[in-house]
């Protein structure tokens, strides 16, 4: 079955960098897109960064534009969400996601991470 196992949050002061991964199984990795989302107390969860089968990626918060860097090894079959200049509002519950499409169903399915936690604070 599907596995994203997401290691790598914790705790950092602002201005820190942190590097997130996201371990894939289950499924052809490289074929298929992967996302980084995260969601903090009381907000709805955001879609931050995307990453196509191609490896083209794309920028979806402004609040992150050119501190996060999302890259993907197939080879590892892991996707990674690199942090830099991290603030306080940075802090939130990081998800990963795999976009797949299952030939039997004939649609696509999304697979989640179990989310790990990043704080940004001193």
């Known amino acids: 079955q599907v596995q994203l196992v997401e290691p790598g949050g914790g705790l950092v002061q602002p201005g820190g960098s942190l590097r997130l991964s996201c371990a894939a199984s289950?499924?052809?990795?490289?074929?298929?897109?992967m996302s980084w989302y995260r969601q903090a107390p009381g907000k709805e969860r955001e879609l931050v960064e995307r990453i196509a089968s191609t490896g083209d990626s794309t920028n979806y918060a402004d609040s992150v534009k050119g501190r996060f860097t999302i890259s993907r090894d197939n080879a590892k079959n892991t996707v990674y969400l690199q942090m830099n200049s991290l603030k306080p509002e940075d802090t939130a519950l990081y998800y990963c996601?795999?976009?797949?499409?299952?030939?039997?169903?004939?649609?696509?399915?999304?697979?989640w991470g179990q989310g790990t936690q990043v704080t940004v604070s001193s």
């Open positions: 289950g499924f052809t990795f490289s074929s298929n897109d």
């Open positions: 996601k795999a976009e797949t499409f299952s030939i039997l169903l004939q649609r696509r399915l999304d697979y």
